[in-house]
């Protein structure tokens, strides 16, 4: 379990929920871009939330490791859905076309 800072508020995460985090946050400001992710969270007042997160090149964000026993919430797809975001910058995909052009010998008039 992990401590997300962002802003004011702190939040309790699971340890791949807060580094995924953080490393989209690096790359959303390396790259300067924005985007919004939502993860499922624990409230300081201990409530399981909802916590939507801004990122862009101007983020603060600190995740510091804690010694917490509680269970960290349900953030596989989340995570999946930050990694594939991840991936969709630092590995684009290469548009291949299904033909390969081909130049066409057109007889055309002499316009001289």
């Known amino acids: 379990m992990k401590l997300v800072t962002y802003g004011e508020k702190s939040l309790l995460m699971g340890d791949e929920a807060a580094d995924t985090l ?13 985007d919004t992710v939502t993860f499922q969270a ?3 007042d201990g409530n399981t939330v909802e ?7 101007s983020t603060v964000l600190m995740v510091e490791s804690t010694n917490s026993t509680t269970e960290a919430p349900d953030n596989i797809q989340a995570v999946v859905e930050m990694q594939d975001r991840i991936d969709a910058v630092t590995r684009p995909a290469i548009a291949q076309s299904e033909e390969s ?11 001289r």
């Open 22 to 34: 953080l490393e989209y946050a690096r790359l959303i400001g390396d790259n300067k871009r924005a």
């Open 42 to 44: 624990i409230s300081p």
């Open 101 to 111: 052009w081909q130049q066409i010998d057109y007889d055309l008039p002499d316009l």
């Open 51 to 57: 916590a939507s997160f801004l990122l862009n090149l």
